[in-house]
């Protein structure tokens, strides 16, 4: 059934080291987004991409890359620039409705926990 | 920029009690807002949505929104909750026409006690 997956659920990482969490939907949408969620932070906006091979910075992107190669997937890339990266990652998507994204609810994956030891 | 406060940050409710959350965004425009609800361990789920029309909106669980335009307010109500309503609860506000992202509040704790 249609969903969005993200893996792994939980991820441990050295400090020092990138690492890169997956992101896939068969929802066929448009547009997908990863967010951080700290407790007490709400969630946060790290990029988005509304387009294949397009995509751009949110409000907290430093330290992070991403890459939209196929509309399915846009895989989130921790480096070892982000400070403090220790989080729950979210991954989102969302379809259009005529030629936009405003009317339409965004679709949430399970989440993946990182931790850096 | 878009903003979105929800004012509690911990509610703390017995069960049967009324429930009201609060939640007010910053953008002047035409707005869509939306609510929604993570359960522990699980992901976060749509609640309910406000697009246009009637601004009272109903959504699944027995929850209900007031969209008031003047007070730039989105709350979210239950009559009675219930044990199983315990979870973090978001509001979120998007613009109506163009692509932008969701934007979030920092969320509500919702803990209801037998």
């Known amino acids: 059934d249609g969903g969005i997956t993200q893996s792994p659920k939980y991820l441990f990482r050295k400090e020092g080291q990138n690492v890169t969490l997956s992101c896939e939907q068969n929802l066929n949408h448009d547009a997908m987004y990863w967010y951080r969620q700290d407790p007490g932070q709400g969630l946060r906006l790290i990029y988005y991409s509304q387009i294949v091979n397009d995509f751009q910075k949110g409000d907290i992107a430093e330290g992070y890359s991403v890459s939209r190669e196929k509309k399915e997937s846009f895989p989130l890339t921790v480096t070892s620039a982000q400070k403090n990266p220790t989080a729950f990652y979210l991954c989102?998507?969302?379809?259009?409705?005529?030629?936009?994204?405003?009317?339409?609810?965004?679709?949430f994956g399970q989440g993946t926990r990182l931790t850096v030891v | 920029a878009q903003s979105v406060s929800q004012h509690n940050h911990h509610v703390i409710l017995s069960e049967a009690a009324s429930l009201e959350l609060g939640c007010n965004y910053s953008y002047g425009g035409t707005v869509n807002l939306f609510w929604y609800v993570q359960y522990p361990g699980q992901h976060l789920q749509l609640l309910l949505k406000y697009f246009s029309g009637d601004p009272l909106v109903k959504g699944i669980k027995g929850f209900e929104a007031e969209f008031i335009k003047s007070k730039f307010s989105f709350n979210l109500r239950k009559p009675s909750v219930q044990w199983s309503d315990t979870a973090e609860y978001f509001c979120?506000?998007?613009?109506?026409?163009?692509?932008?992202?969701?934007?979030f509040g920092k969320g509500t704790r919702l803990s209801v006690i037998a």
């Open positions: 979120a506000v998007s613009r109506n026409s163009g692509n932008t992202p969701l934007v």
């Open positions: 989102a998507s969302r379809g259009r409705q005529g030629s936009y994204l405003g009317n339409t609810e965004a679709f």
